[in-house]
């Protein structure tokens, strides 16, 4: 029997899907492993309409069998997660991390995992331990009194920025407009700051001037001079930092544009 079709008969209300798929994305990858549990997913919704499907994220390797040259590691089952994170927030379905507990300095603790032995070619770093899966039954018990509350929200995104570094699921990551804004704003800063240091400082006929003035003190002139030279840069600088500043407000505009346009 297939498992749309237990569903049905059994008029299950909920339905869990365990996201594990270490073997799958080992032969098949994160995208397509991703579309075999949609497959079951859809599968389920469309014999059982009225279920509530909940599906749970993959967990990580430990950091000695976290190798970037292999295909299972930790890069590979957080881009999947994220994946899997979008089918269930396009389709209405709830996401459990149930990853993160079980994480350390970006890694499956190895605490947590039961076949770390790196010396053994039978072990691959990735099996819980009974004490992961307490911790696995209380994640489950914290979003079970979440949703009767009604204030669970799934997580923003689950991320992993490097090799052992941190894989976070519910961390947000920036947008590429949050990125641009932000570079915006630091340039507009340093424009700012860059257009003080030239109001402040005296320009290069001021300088002479002075110089011609106090001819009569050598140490003064020179001095003057040296600050009348050093303004330049800052300008120069000032006037590529605006045109920075201006350049990608014009791509801002025709982006937002370009939408309009579509939307249209």
């Keep these: 029997m297939k498992i749309e079709d237990a569903v049905a008969a059994m008029g299950s209300k909920t339905v869990y899907l365990s996201g594990m798929a270490l073997n799958e994305l080992a032969l ?42 292999n295909k299972l590691n930790n890069a590979g089952i957080s881009e999947y997660n994220n994946l899997l994170l979008d089918y269930c927030n396009e389709n209405g379905f709830d996401f459990v991390d149930v990853a ?35 911790i696995w039954t209380a994640v489950l018990r914290d979003y079970a009194r979440a949703k009767q509350a009604g204030v669970y929200v799934n997580p923003t995104r689950c991320r992993y920025t490097g090799r ?31 257009l003080g240091a030239c109001i402040t400082a005296p320009d290069d006929a001021s300088s002479d001037a002075s110089s011609a003035a106090e001819s009569s003190r050598p140490a003064e002139k020179h001095r003057f001079r040296r600050r009348g030279r050093a303004v330049g840069g800052p300008r120069r600088l000032g006037r590529a930092c605006g045109r920075v500043v201006r350049a990608a407000f014009r791509r801002k505009q025709r982006a937002a544009g370009g939408k309009q346009r579509a939307a249209g």
């Design 28 to 69: 098949f990858g994160a995208e397509a492993s991703v579309s075999n549990l949609a497959a079951v997913a859809d599968a389920v919704k469309a014999k059982s309409p009225d279920a509530r499907i909940v599906v749970l994220a993959n967990t990580y390797r430990t950091r000695d069998f976290n190798d970037s040259r």
């Design 100 to 134: 993160t507990p079980l994480m350390e300095n970006g890694c499956l603790a190895d605490k947590f995992c039961s076949d770390n032995d790196k010396s053994n070619s039978n072990c691959l770093g990735c099996h819980l331990t009974t004490d992961a899966y307490a």
């Design 164 to 194: 052992n570094d941190s894989a976070h699921c519910g961390e947000r990551i920036h947008t590429g407009n949050e990125k641009q804004a932000f570079y915006i704003v630091m340039s507009a800063v340093l424009a700012l700051c860059i």
